[in-house]
């Protein structure tokens, strides 16, 4: 059973770099079936997709957030990240991994991480 | 982007009934949408795939359907795990979209 938990501070002031990471387990990082996605839900809005990472090299971000982010791969780890900077309140938010399974159902998310929940204050 | 916009924000009903939630794109998505749940403290649920697939382990009370631009989850007889949030979202185009969700509470 494919399991995501996503790790990292709680708490980030404005301004600074958010930082998280997410491990897989009961499965490779590396299988090139999947992509891993960062999405986040700030308190009662809906979700928002951060952006994925396929392979090393290969990465797609939102539009919106695109200039702040940066995800990376660590198949050492079996881990993936995301960095979001120059943050501000409205990045306060829960955070999730999730896994896209390509062969399946496309850019759909089919194993999530529980999420955890980031606040931006000073 | 394309916008979904769900409805209602809220169903108010009781364990039994039938629940029916929509999902409107503001772009035709072709049937490349998904559903999910969402309930506090647990990871978010895939329940539907390509507007009609159900995900691996979904009870067949949950059905979608739909394409182009209208799509709809029904759950057939509400049980009590069915209470929860629930969310479309699309494939068809960059950035992947979200709806705003709706919450299936109990009367």
């Known amino acids: 059973q494919v399991q995501l938990q996503e790790s990292g501070p709680g708490l980030v002031k404005p301004s600074q770099t958010l930082s998280l990471t997410c491990t897989v387990s009961g499965g490779s990082i590396s299988s090139g079936n999947y992509y891993w996605s960062w999405i986040r839900q700030p308190a009662g809005k809906g979700l928002e997709w951060i952006g994925r990472?396929?392979?090393?090299?290969?990465?797609n971000y939102n539009p919106s957030l695109k200039s702040r982010v940066t995800i990376s791969i660590d198949t050492s780890k079996n881990q993936f990240s995301l960095k979001l900077s120059s943050v501000t309140a409205a990045d306060t938010a829960m955070y999730y991994c999730a896994r896209e399974n390509i062969p399946v159902a496309g850019s759909t998310f089919d194993y999530w991480g529980q999420g955890t929940l980031v606040t931006v204050s000073s | 982007e394309i916008v979904l916009t769900q409805s209602p924000a809220t169903l108010s009903l009781s364990p039994g009934e039938r629940a029916t939630l929509s999902c409107r794109a503001s772009q035709s998505v072709s049937t490349f949408l998904a559903w999910y749940q969402l309930k506090p403290g647990q990871p978010p649920r895939l329940l539907i795939y390509d507007a009609s697939n159900r995900a691996t382990g979904i009870p067949a009370r949950l059905s979608g359907s739909g394409s182009g631009t209208d799509f709809t989850l029904t759950i057939s007889s509400l049980e009590p795990e069915d209470f929860a949030v629930y969310y479309c979202q699309q494939r068809s185009d960059w950035p992947l979209t979200f709806g705003g969700g709706t919450k299936v509470e109990i009367k």
């Open positions: 990472i396929y392979t090393s090299v290969t990465t």
